[in-house]
């Protein structure tokens, strides 16, 4: 870090169908500024988690690589996203009572009853990823921001704890580090998207945030400006692919470009008896494949998907609470009608989410796919922002060490 | 049958204990109702009808009915309703002599499998033909038995709803909220038959006992008949000092009322209530309260009975009828089928009055139109015509029978293949493997 004026944040989704690394610049009034994007086609991934280090390893590098050069900066650690099946999500709330005699709630207290709140019975093997504080419920009285100063008798405090399998959060991690680079944080994918497409009234009026990537979908929900719910689900645009090369009976390299050029996710009343002719390498007509069956095929495997979203948000019971409705990105929100498919689903108001709120190369961010890197970027700049405020490497240290010995 | 002559030359019957009789009908039925039999259900007779004469053999219930062995040779119907509805129609007679001379049947079955989906309508049918009013009592499977059997069993219940008056289905799903993870297969089946065994007894008690505010087949009927929706049913007892408030706390957690949210979107609700001689006026109001407070836009219909059996006891049965809304979709679907059903339906006529039974006045009369609306039964053309030709002569039975033979011998060998997943870790949600192609788990098929 020669450069003390400006700190640079590079995001790294390691996805499904690319590797992307977003270079973001933090300028000191802390206004962000995504300078670089690096590409590249990611081929040891499968439903959101490495099977092929080798490969995933190369695609790191490239994607790397092109970022550097684009924004001009040597990247030496990055804000990592992660994803797969087996990340979860869930709520659990943490109690204190207040033992001072006067009744009146310290600092102390709070630093307790999150403390309590994270105490969490989450298997052996598991890793918590994020740990989200909601508002304060003093006595009952629920929404306070800051009980310091407040009285009362008991303190309670809800989290929603994001956490997945060791192991398995531990290979994209050891696949950054073999190309030594370091790992600041690792964040949810789902978390980072809805930072990229979220405006602050959104969050506060409720949104679902449904990222359709090409292995997994991933989906979180805010109500009253907090994350209430985040889910994962291992299936993706890559199954949209393998079901329509099955039922067309073609190859995976021919369903993914039909799916590109000819999908939608809903069946028209003219798509009935339209073919589609396909050639063969020397350009002569091969077969013709029926565009009702192919968008059929589409249409059932993403409302399924879909589905199985709303599902989940009904059984927690926050279907209710998204006024703001739903905000697609991801690879999946490019194809036709999705939104309009998933209006029906849900039965509320949805659109594609935009990265608007970030300045930098715009026209070429402001695509589904990039929503991710965007918001690994945000993030990024939250922690620095956080540990600005925190003071020098002095206290964070002695930060660290306290929480380390609490075991925490 | 001195009744039954009675009946027949038309005198009042004075007073006349309605006969009912449990037809357990392919293997779920076999085996709860060989699991009634042995809890001890009184006042009923108990009768059995498979395709498999091995497990017939086993059962320990009499009588037996061996049907279609002219097509299954007495193995059972492997999973396909057809084979099941092919069987009970080759054998309609022997079935029918299981409903002569009865009130009530009552039709135990499990939907899913091959007998049981295919053979309850029929025998439904038969059973009302002979002027016995039919309800069925139907297990709906698990999650995990696959989306084929889940399909099937919907299906069947449809027309399982046009045959029958009544049609009462505890889906085995929600009995698996009911139990932690260690519990036994064997020890699932049986709170399953337990609960069939309760639905059951809660019937004919319904029926049986005179009460204090009586309840009777009418009232059932007017309850469950007639809605095109599946009804819900749960029962709970308990005993000691709190025991009106234990009994209706156990009967909103019960997973079949889910938590008593399906009260709450009733459109009909039956409740019966048996104590001993000790019950109280408090204590009927106390539940009767809550039950209406929770189903406030339902219309409820109460019975209370005393049973010396039951002194210290409370015990509660809930038959709820859901409000059918989807249900219209899926009646437009089946229009077009409706006119390969029309002639179906007609082959066992429904005469107006058929016996001077008290039971039955209130709803001759009553008998709604709307039975035949929900969606028949999936059919082609010449599968229609098929089942006609059968019925109207033996010469053409033994030409469905061979066709029918051939139908077995084709086994879905079928393998999807997962493709690009065919090695990664199986996307798992609800017992399916999302990794296999919505539309072939859906069965939508593309010509």
Known sequence: ?408 | MTEAENIAVGLPPVHRVPVIRVVGLGGAGLQAVAHMVQSGLTGLTFAVAHTDARQLAQCAVEPKVLFGGGITRGLGAGGDPDVGRAAAEADVEALRELARDQDLVILVTGLGGGTGSGAAPVLARAARDCGALVVGVAALPFDFEGQRRIQQAQQSLRQLKCAADAVICLPNQKIAGLLDDTTTLLDTFRVANDHLAEGVRGLSRLVTQEGLINVNFADLCRVVRGRQAESSFASASAAGEHRSREVVQKLFSSPFLEGGNLLAEAEAVLASLVGGPDLTLREVKHVMEQINRACENSQVVMGAAIDPSCTGRLAMTLIVTRRSTSDAAAAGEGKEQAEAEAPLVSEFPIEGGRNGLTLKEGNEPARPASRFVPPPPKLSPEQAQQLLANQAGTGAARRRQKQAKLRQGMLPLEVVSKGRFARSEPTLYRGEDLDTPTYIRRGVPLN
């Open chain 1, 1 to 408: 870090m020669f450069d003390k004026s400006n700190k640079i944040i590079v995001g790294l989704e390691i996805g499904t169908s690319k590797v992307c690394a977003v270079v973001g610049e933090l300028g000191q009034e802390g206004n962000l500024r995504i300078t670089g994007v690096g590409q590249a086609k990611s081929r040891g991934v499968r439903k959101g988690e490495i099977v092929d280090t080798g490969a995933a390893v190369e695609d790191i590098r490239a994607a790397i690589a092109e970022a550097e050069q684009m924004a001009d900066v040597e990247i030496r650690s990055v804000y990592l996203g992660v994803t797969g099946g087996h990340i979860r999500g869930f709520n659990n709330r943490g109690r204190h009572a207040i033992p001072s005699a006067d009744r009146e709630i310290t600092a102390d207290d709070v630093q307790d009853v999150v403390k309590n709140a994270r105490a969490i019975n989450i298997p052996a093997e598991n890793h918590v990823i994020h740990v989200i504080r909601h508002h304060f419920i003093v006595d009952g009285q629920e929404g306070v921001l800051q009980p310091v100063g407040m009285l009362g008798a008991q303190i309670e405090v809800d989290v929603h704890v994001v956490h997945g399998v060791t192991n398995r959060l531990q290979n994209p991690i050891r696949a950054v580090k073999s190309l030594q680079l370091d790992v600041e944080d690792i964040v949810f994918n789902g978390i980072a998207s809805s930072l990229a497409v979220l405006t602050p009234e959104e969050k506060e009026l409720g949104v679902l945030v449904i990222d359709l990537g090409a292995g997994v979908t991933n989906y979180v929900a805010y109500v009253n400006g907090i994350i209430k719910h985040t889910g994962v689900l291992a299936v993706g645009g890559d199954h949209v692919t393998n079901d329509l090369a099955y039922g067309l009976k073609t190859s995976m390299g021919r369903a993914e470009a039909l799916k590109i050029e000819h999908g939608s996710a809903v069946v028209g009343p003219g798509d009935k008896g339209q073919t589609i002719a396909i050639s063969n390498d020397v350009g002569l007509p091969e077969r013709s494949i029926n565009l009702e069956h192919l968008r059929r095929i589409m249409s059932l495997r993403i409302e399924e998907t879909l589905q199985i979203v709303a599902e989940d948000l009904e059984t927690v019971g926050l279907i209710d609470y998204l006024r703001a409705g739903v905000r697609l990105c991801g690879g999946g929100a490019r194809v036709p009608n999705v939104s309009r498919l998933a209006e029906q689903v849900f039965g509320l108001p949805v659109s594609v989410g935009r990265t608007k709120s970030i300045s930098g190369l715009v026209s070429t961010l402001d695509q589904p796919e990039f929503a991710t890197g965007i918001g690994l970027v945000k993030f990024g700049s939250f922690q620095v922002e956080k540990r600005v405020a925190r003071g020098g490497w002095r206290t964070r240290l002695k930060s660290t060490l306290s929480r380390m010995l609490q075991g925490a």
